[in-house]
């Protein structure tokens, strides 16, 4: 069928469409973040291109605004609370307040890796675990405007061993970004990382990379890789925005990371739930939007629906990663803005 687009304002270069049924049709099994109006006709919905990619001053604007909410959070709140005997909730709660009081949202919950963990651990709702003194601890955490989000990740060195690796880890991190412009490839990002880290005597994380953001989507297609892959053709785009997550370990390490059992950060899985569970499935899946989420956030009777739709499948669980050999990592992230004439780090 031969449809023309619509263009419904001039915030939107362009439109495409994909087929889906409509809200009107009750079965909807569309977002609710995607703009329905003036999109259904005869049960398809127009979606904006602006969806997918950045390509206009209001986007920009949103992304930078969330930038400088993670920025602040990470130059003048974590050097605060980050320290020996912190327990692992206030920590988490101290950073996702700060976003709501600043008229965002948590775009996930907080992680913390402390020591061998490197990404998806966060604290339980009855944790009473505190921050401990010799180790290294990472703070991964991420900012949401109406979708519009940037992640970003600092260690802290508790001890002054763990100085040098999170400093290489960094600096690694700001080389790489230097060298990146619109239409470079992902892997002459990696060789820089990969350079700078191993010159220094540490080693890359080989199974962990960045990844392409997009519009209520952390995770998209693209993944970026800190050790160049040969299979990798990947290119920055302009209008495109990356989050970039270099992880360090010692030479001696394994170097790559493996699931434990145990999982804190799940997601609503955007499948079409048995009727018994629709209820809850559309709670649960409007609150967060399709975005990660922890049982601390969840209130008694969220908990009885979250408990309903692991029992069908409808929810999608991230296992705490640690690195194989047990051994200290470290990590650095920045969100960045590629344009055809710049880069900007919103998260600096």
């Not at 619109?182 to 080989?206: H, L, M, P, W």
């Not at 194989?324 to 960045?336: G, L, Y």
């Amino acid at each position: 069928m031969d449809v023309t687009p619509i263009i419904r304002s001039s915030e939107y270069l362009a439109a495409i469409l994909k087929r889906s049924l409509c809200p009107s049709c009750n079965i909807s099994n569309v977002p609710p973040r995607i703009p329905f109006r003036n999109f259904c006709i005869n049960n398809f919905i127009f979606i904006s291109l602006e969806y997918f990619f950045v390509s206009n001053s209001y986007t920009i604007e949103k992304y930078k605004e969330a930038g400088k909410i993670a920025s602040k959070i990470k130059r003048k709140i974590l050097p605060n609370v980050v320290k020996v005997g912190t327990s692992l909730k206030e920590v988490c709660e101290v950073i996702e307040r700060y976003i709501i009081e600043q008229g965002a949202i948590p775009a996930f919950p907080v992680n913390i890796g402390i020591n061998e963990i490197a990404a998806h651990f966060t604290p339980s709702l009855t944790s009473k675990e505190f921050l401990p003194p010799d180790s290294i601890v990472k703070i991964d955490f991420g900012v949401s405007i109406d979708g519009y989000i940037v992640d970003t990740a600092i260690s802290f060195p508790l001890s002054k061993g763990f100085k040098r690796i999170v400093e290489t880890n960094r600096m690694a991190l700001n080389r790489a970004i230097s060298t990146i412009h619109a239409g470079s490839s992902f892997n002459s990002y990696a060789k820089c990382v990969s350079r700078e880290i191993t010159d220094k005597g540490f080693k890359v994380i080989q199974n962990l990379t960045g990844h392409r953001i997009e519009r209520f989507t952390l995770h998209t297609g693209d993944s970026i890789p800190n050790i160049p892959e040969w299979t990798n053709r990947g290119s920055f785009r302009a209008y495109n925005v990356y989050a970039l997550e270099p992880f360090a370990t010692y030479s001696e390490a394994a170097g790559y990371v493996v699931e434990r059992n145990d999982s804190y950060i799940f997601r609503i899985k955007g499948l079409k739930p048995p009727a018994k569970y629709r209820k809850s499935w559309l709670i649960l899946y409007r609150k967060f939007n399709g975005l990660p989420f922890t049982i601390r956030w969840l209130s008694s009777s969220e908990r009885r629906y979250f408990k309903d739709l692991i029992e069908i499948n409808l929810v999608h669980s991230y296992p705490v990663l640690v690195e194989a050999s047990n051994k200290p990592v470290s990590q650095a992230e920045e969100t960045i803005l590629v344009l055809p004439e710049k880069v900007v780090i919103l998260t600096k």
